[in-house]
Structure formats: C-alpha cells, structure tokens
C-alpha cells in the first residue's frame, strides 16, 4: 500500500468549496486513489475514486496531480451535512488480493 | 435497494463472554471484512474473505473469529480472549479484488458498537 498523509482537521463555510488535500507520494503506477467520508456512528460512504485523469460525480470532484503524488477532494457547495471525517486511500487495481488501508483521515466542519 | 445489514446497532456483552455480530449483504459481492474502530481513529482490519469457505486475518485478529459458509455472510464472534472488545465494528463488501484492473469501491454497514457490561 502506498502511504496517504492528511490534515487532521479543517473547517470550512457552509456555501463554499471545501478543498480536502491528500499526499501520497509513494503511489505506484496501478494504484488508484479512493476518498470515502464517514459521519459520525455510520459505515464509511464511497465518494469517488481515480487513476490519473479527475473525476466528477454527483457528489464531488477529484483532481490528481499529473506526477499523481497527491490529489484534492472538492465539495464544491458544502452543506452542513458535509461534516464528516474524509478518508483517502490507495490501493492496487491489477491482481492479487488487495484490501484497503484507512487511516486517521481529515476531519472537516461546515459551519454556517 | 442493495445493500449491507448489520446487526444488532449496539450490543453489550458481560466478562468472559462470546458474542456474535452479523453482517449480511445482498449486493453480490466475493469479498467480505470485518473492521474494528476506536474512538478518533481510523479503521484496523480483522478478517476478510475474498470468497466462500476462505478468509484470512487482518492485522488484528486475536481474539476474533469468523466463518464465511455463505456468500451473503460475513458473521464475526468476538471471543473472551479479546480483552478490550469494546469498539465500532464495521463490516465491509467489494467485487473480487483479485480480478485484473478490480477498481470496484468497498461497501460498507452502519456498523455494531460493542460495549463490555
């Protein structure tokens, strides 16, 4: 597993983007990079994940550096249903049996 | 809707005794996991199975235990070897991960928080 370091903590307006960032700077060339967010007393929830080029769903954007040693979650209008604790993972996508590694993650706070 | 079912939400469990936290899924998937939580920390793996009648330890397993008879249930026994049980259990399941090119998300339960009486 390729290491992700993130910020503990961040807060942000409700309104305004919210920019989650995310370090893995050991990421091997077949690994993609997954972000999950957890609300507090719930099961993680899958919010998007990606190889190399960014990705847009209903839910957020993702933006990987073109080296791919570190990427950026976007909330693009943060509610205050966004707070939660945000994961970034990585992981291999091509053989073998591969389980996911979650750390501390960011905590983000949308106040009003 | 498809999805992972655990049950019972909150449990409680006396001294020396075993109990069973069941996870059930309907998506389909080959591999199922088990995850333990402590407060303001992130999620250590117990088990995981990546298909029927096999599974593996994680990082954490003393103490736990698991069986995996049917696609559809992961169940996780924590035994009275465990001497901190107290934590958020969660269980997971994703498409096989051993599949060229598997990019396919974990999906997750709402979780068992275990409590020692």
């Known amino acids: 597993d390729a290491k992700t370091t993130q910020p503990p903590s961040m807060d942000c307006a409700e309104g305004r983007a919210a920019n989650l960032p995310c370090n893995h700077s050991?990421?091997?060339?077949?690994?993609?990079v997954y972000w999950y967010r957890q609300i507090h007393s719930q099961g993680p929830q899958y919010i998007i994940h990606?190889?190399?080029n960014n990705e847009t769903n209903e839910m957020a954007s993702l933006i990987i550096t073109e080296d791919r040693k570190s990427s950026t979650l976007i909330l693009p209008h943060a509610t205050l249903r966004d707070t939660a604790v945000y994961y970034c993972?990585?992981?291999?996508?091509?053989?073998?049996?591969?389980?996911?590694?979650f750390g501390r993650g960011t905590s983000l706070i949308v106040h009003p | 809707d498809g999805g992972i079912t655990q049950s019972p939400k909150y449990l409680f469990r006396k001294e020396g005794q075993n109990v069973t936290l069941s996870c059930e899924q309907n998506?389909?998937?080959?591999?199922m996991y088990w995850y333990r939580q402590d407060p303001g920390q992130g999620l250590r793996l117990i088990y995981y199975?990546?298909?029927?009648?096999?599974?593996q330890k994680g990082d954490i397993a003393e103490g736990y235990s698991v069986s995996r008879e049917k696609k559809e249930s992961f169940p996780l026994t924590v035994t009275s070897a465990q001497k901190n049980p107290t934590a958020f259990y969660l269980c997971?399941?994703?498409?096989?991960?051993?599949?060229?090119?598997?990019?396919?998300?974990?999906?997750f339960g709402d979780g068992t928080r275990l409590s020692i009486l």
């Open positions: 998506l389909n998937h080959d591999a």
């Open positions: 199975s990546q298909i029927v009648n096999d599974f």
């Open positions: 990606g190889l190399k």
């Open positions: 050991t990421i091997s060339g077949n690994e993609y």
């Open positions: 997971a399941s994703s498409p096989p991960q051993f599949l060229p090119d598997s990019n396919q998300p974990q999906h």
């Open positions: 993972i990585v992981r291999g996508a091509s053989g073998g049996s591969y389980i996911p590694t």
